[in-house]
């Protein structure tokens, strides 16, 4: 009994040794010598300022200059993670998807009259698990391509170039959703048609 | 719909066909032959003997094997339960975090060294890079190594021949971490990175949003936790928010990776499994079985997520799919996942005792809540946790040619050897102790009023987070309804004034620890007591288990007791969810 407690402690000791610091330790530094930026969070920097990173979903606050984010519970908190946790039959959640419901078609609806409720994609109006999902659904940039044409007086084509080019593709052409980096499009909107 | 389908079929395929080769190379770690890894970890792993003063030679009998193993928990929660109550003075600690409370340490604790990482504290919130490393990282690699260990003592005792020897759990322990889970640790882990899981000491970087807003960005040593928090059945998130999280899984790649790890050598295990007792077919037959009850499972929890909830029909939101959108229900599910992916991740998640997210699963329909608990309901023998999944399924294998052996009349024998009235009274309580802990507290935990403070949401959804909760605990997979809480952390910096929730953090870490350590030290005598019987040839005489209509069986068992134990507490929650269209 006593040997093998002693093992059993001596065991302890080295394992948290190689798997605790070690391990952790070298992949760190292998990390930041073979991939820096993706080891450090993928920051975007404008003129040398930190303004995101191209993981992490920003809230654009309803600014009908840009293209709007998910709804999110944690209002794009990206340091205090949590989910909704709503439940399928709760009220709560009826009156929140209402409410985002009802706000969308109303910032939409002046840019695309035949907008109705039922072309509405639910990535618009349901919020996300992590609170900062950095992308929307194809269907829902196209909606508001209406509006960032309008506004910015671009041509409606070039917009849905500029969406086409910051899609996401699925992995190997078949795993998870196509999705729309919201914050690197609106950077690229920025560039390309500046709004005071 | 087609999509989330060709996905779910490629998945399958990919993880069918990764099972042998994977098979394979553990039979020659564990048989001791020379893998191609042998001339690096080699002699680490002799220089590891040296240091523990072990002879790896020395034969230990299953009370031996039982004792080092539980000695061996026992200073891993210590150290831990250490670690977590002493962040204020650690290094790696960019943030300036302060211990957390003593009860949700304690929960940690037993989360964490019984293989359950259910998470009562916010990781980014809570905890220092110096924790979640030398704490939850360490306990990370050596708990599902503990889960193999066990598995080889048992097949080592329905392949010995009259011995009383099991191995030596220094050599098996020591072997599972540095040839199997490391490895693929370090190679999963970079992938991780390259694709954007951040790797990193530095502490939050705040950046000036579009919007004119401030945004403080977590970052950490995230990746090469997160790999073997894949790929040991632990599930553990580094953010809170787990592989939701972007930091945690940015891509459909990562994905893809993140989910294959979750399931990949408890499948391959299997295949290692028919090496060892040399018949390859008894191995198949197992993971038959268990691919039988994921795909049924798969089956049912897609479409109702396509379907969507109550809440949004009544919301008026539509769920179809259109062009360019998935419809469904995608409350609390991310747009690069969608809804087949998170479906499947749900279901393999929850079969498996890994417990990783990436999605709300407390936000699923009533219909893929009940999947989700079906799935920790069948006791984690469907691919289930590394090591553990198999050697529980076992003990279902044992029971199944019994039952079959007295439906035809026949002496029960599986692999030559007898089972008589001592293995069947151990495999009895080994198979009925989780599901009866899961029923004794999840009952107190909805009777009394100190259970009743976790509860977050209203009506049938409060009484499946508790019982979720302790489906959850007991059978040590981790996942949650995240509504249910033992720790209040009120919105101040560094963990200042947090507090937990004694009767959940008290309850759950003894049912994490009990529902970890009696099923193995059962599951260990019953391969002491196999260990010492002769092996008789098979006769004609001899019921067959490597046959389709065993397999059938082994399945028809599996979820009778599954389905018998827990039919009425599912009713209670998700089933009448997934019945009614009434919003609470």
Not at chain 1, 188 to 196: G, H, I, M, Q
Request: charged residues 15%; contains cysteine.
């Amino acid at each position: 009994m006593r040997r093998s407690a002693l093992t059993a402690l001596l065991a302890t000791i080295a394992f948290t040794l190689v798997f605790g610091l070690v391990y952790p330790l070298a992949m760190t530094g292998v990390s930041q010598l073979v991939f820096p930026g993706k080891a450090n969070g993928s920051k975007l920097t404008v003129d040398g300022r930190l303004i995101g990173s191209s993981l992490i979903g920003q809230d654009f606050k309803g600014d009908p200059r840009y293209f709007q984010s998910r709804p999110s519970q944690s209002e794009y908190a990206a340091d205090t993670t949590y989910f909704s946790n709503l439940g399928p039959n709760s009220i709560e959640e009826r009156e929140e998807v209402r409410g985002y419901l009802a706000a969308y078609l109303e910032l939409e609806k002046p840019y695309d009259r035949s907008l109705s409720r039922e072309d509405v994609p639910v990535d618009a109006i349901a919020q996300s698990g992590s609170g900062v999902d950095p992308e929307i659904s194809e269907a829902n940039a196209r909606i508001q391509a209406h509006r960032i044409a309008a506004v910015r007086e671009l041509p409606l084509a070039r917009v849905e170039d500029l969406i086409a080019a910051h899609t996401e593709g699925r992995f190997l052409g078949l795993f998870g959703e196509p999705g729309v980096n919201v914050l690197q499009l609106n950077i690229a909107l920025d560039e390309e048609a500046p709004s005071e | 719909m087609a999509q989330g389908w060709l996905q779910v079929a490629v998945f399958v395929a990919v993880l069918i066909a990764a099972t042998r080769p994977l098979g394979v190379y553990m039979a020659r770690v564990f048989g001791g032959r020379r893998v191609f890894l042998s001339p690096v970890v080699g002699p680490l792993e002799r220089l590891t003997y040296r240091v523990l003063r072990v002879d790896p030679s020395e034969e230990q009998d299953w009370k031996a094997y039982a004792r080092s193993l539980i000695l061996f928990s026992v200073f891993s929660w210590v150290a831990l339960y250490l670690i977590l109550r002493t962040q204020g003075i650690q290094p790696f600690n960019p943030e300036g975090f302060h211990s957390g409370p003593w009860d949700v340490s304690f929960n940690t604790a037993s989360s964490f060294v019984s293989n359950t990482n259910w998470q009562f504290y916010g990781g980014e919130t809570t905890l220092t890079y110096f924790a979640q490393m030398v704490g939850l990282t360490v306990e990370n690699f050596v708990t599902p190594a503990v889960g193999i260990c066990v598995l080889l003592a048992f097949i080592r005792g329905i392949v010995g021949r009259g011995g009383v020897g099991l191995g030596n759990f220094w050599q098996d322990l020591t072997r599972s971490l540095y040839y199997v889970l490391l490895p693929l640790s370090v190679v999963v882990g970079l992938i991780l990175v390259s694709q954007g899981v951040v790797q990193t000491l530095s502490g939050a970087s705040v950046a000036h949003t579009v919007a004119g807003a401030e945004q403080a960005l977590a970052f950490g040593p995230a990746a090469s936790q997160i790999a073997i928090k894949q790929l040991g059945t632990n599930g553990g998130g580094f953010f809170n928010v787990n592989s939701a999280m972007p930091y945690e899984n940015p891509n459909a790649l990562t994905g893809f990776v993140e989910l294959l790890s979750i399931v990949l050598i408890p499948a391959a295990l299997t295949y290692t499994y028919g090496r060892m007792v040399g018949r390859q077919r008894e191995g198949w037959a197992i993971f038959a079985a268990m691919l039988a009850i994921y795909i049924a499972f798969i089956a049912t929890i897609v479409p109702a997520e396509q379907h969507g909830t109550p809440a949004q029909h009544a919301a008026g939101s539509p769920t179809a799919a259109i062009d360019g959108s998935t419809g469904g229900n995608l409350e609390g599910k991310e747009q690069r996942n969608g809804i087949a992916e998170s479906a499947l991740w749900a279901t393999t998640t929850t079969v498996t005792s890994n417990g990783s997210v990436n999605s709300a699963h407390e936000s699923f329909t009533g219909l893929g809540g009940a999947v989700q608990m079906s799935g920790l309901a069948t006791s984690e023998v469907v691919f289930g946790g590394v090591g553990t999944g198999l050697y529980s399924m076992l003990l279902f294998v044992l029971l199944a040619v019994f039952i079959g052996g007295l439906m035809v009349g026949r002496t029960p024998e599986y692999l030559g050897k007898k089972i008589q009235a001592r293995e069947i009274k151990l495999i009895s309580l080994g198979v009925l102790f989780t599901p009866l802990a899961v029923l004794a507290t999840s009952s107190l935990a909805t009777a009394t009023r100190a259970g009743l403070r976790s509860i977050y949401e209203a009506g049938p959804q409060g009484f499946s987070e508790t019982l979720y909760a302790y489906l959850s605990q007991a059978n040590n997979n981790g996942s949650a309804f995240a509504g249910y809480t033992g720790f209040v952390q009120p919105d101040a910096p560094g963990n200042h004034g947090a507090y937990g929730i004694s009767f959940a953090d008290l309850l759950g870490g003894a049912t994490m620890t009990l529902g970890r350590f009696i099923p193995i030290v059962l599951v260990l005598a019953v391969a002491g007591s196999l260990a010492g019987k002769k092996i008789a040839p098979a006769g004609p005489g001899t019921m067959r288990t490597d046959t389709p209509t065993f397999v059938f069986l082994l399945i028809g068992v599996v979820i009778l007791v599954g389905a018998l134990t827990f039919f009425p507490a599912l009713l209670l929650g998700p089933i009448v969810q997934s019945l009614t269209t009434r919003l609470f």
